[in-house]
């Protein structure tokens, strides 16, 4: 496929306005905010953009948004999971329509499907499309259900277009049985770690993550790519300490406490709807001293 995906991938959060209702000018900023300070692909809406709080019609639009505020400066892929399979197939056809390079998909929500339901779901989807399609495996959303070894390499053998997998499991052991079984066969095939455990995931084959905290410190994530990718292990295991506090930072209250951090950083993006809270005064006060202490206000870029 011609898209590549590696490196500080951001999959952003998504701008509210204080009614709840879609955000589309700070959207845009956000985007090109990301693509200015290095991001080398973008993709929406992940969980931290509220993805199972937004209809079906505003993620289309945003969708169409995204791939043409972008402009093919960087890989565009747009999340389509969805409750309901039908429009989780919707939005991945909407997505090619509209010129994405790619999409990603978890498998089913809710339920347990077994291991050949999880195949047949990923094939007909592949199938639908000629766009990418990057898997995303996380239990943690999924009531355990995983993604094995063993049915990644059939769908990489039997799906040209199923070229990478979003390993947010956060577990070194199913990344290394991914990648065991996986680079063998493609050897291009894209492994991405959730959020930025980069420290653990590169030297198993890993290729980048999806970023969390690229809202908030975009330098920090690319200097510790940067060091990965040169070896250069003492000062990416410095780097990974910081970002992995500043992930147990914004994972309290997620995505909340992301939006309540990018206000600190002169980059504010409103509410965050329901279930879901929005950080409180209070919660944006703390998180203040912790970016404070980690130096994270004096080495970051404020504002847009």
Request: charged residues 20%.
């Amino acid at each position: 496929m011609p898209a590549t995906f590696k490196g500080v991938m951001q999959s952003t959060v998504t701008p509210l306005n204080d009614d709840f209702s879609l955000d589309l000018s700070t959207f845009e900023k956000v985007l090109d905010f990301h693509v200015n300070t290095g991001a080398t692909a973008i993709s929406w809406p992940h969980h931290k953009a509220e993805s199972l709080s937004l209809t079906f019609e505003e993620r289309k639009l945003f969708a169409e948004v995204a791939v043409k505020v972008v402009n093919g400066r960087v890989p565009v892929t747009i999340h389509v999971s969805s409750l309901a399979v039908e429009d989780t197939l919707a939005l991945a056809r909407h997505a090619e329509e509209i010129g994405a390079d790619g999409i990603l998909a978890i498998t089913p929500y809710v339920w347990a499907p077994t291991t050949k339901s999880i195949e047949e779901y990923f094939t007909k989807l592949c199938q639908s499309i000629g766009i990418s399609v990057i898997s995303y495996n996380s239990p943690s959303y999924l009531a355990g259900v995983e993604i094995s070894g063993e049915l990644m390499a059939r769908l990489i053998e039997k799906l040209p277009n199923f070229v990478g997998v979003k390993e947010a499991s956060f577990n070194s052991e199913k990344f290394a049985e991914i990648a065991r079984i996986a680079l063998p066969i493609r050897p291009d095939f894209a492994l991405v770690t959730g959020v930025e455990f980069l420290l653990p995931s590169v030297p198993l084959g890993g290729v980048g993550s999806y970023s969390a905290a690229g809202s908030i410190c975009p330098n920090l994530c690319t200097q510790l790519w940067e060091s990965c990718v040169v070896g250069d292990w003492p000062k990416t295991r410095e780097i990974q300490m910081k970002m992995t506090r500043i992930w147990h930072l914004f994972k309290d209250q997620y995505p909340s406490s992301l939006k309540g951090g990018m206000v600190i950083m002169g980059r504010p993006v409103g509410p965050t709807r329901a279930p879901l809270p929005t950080a409180s005064r209070e919660r944006q006060d703390y998180i203040r001293t912790q970016l404070e202490e980690m130096g994270i206000l004096d080495s970051e870029p404020h504002g847009w």
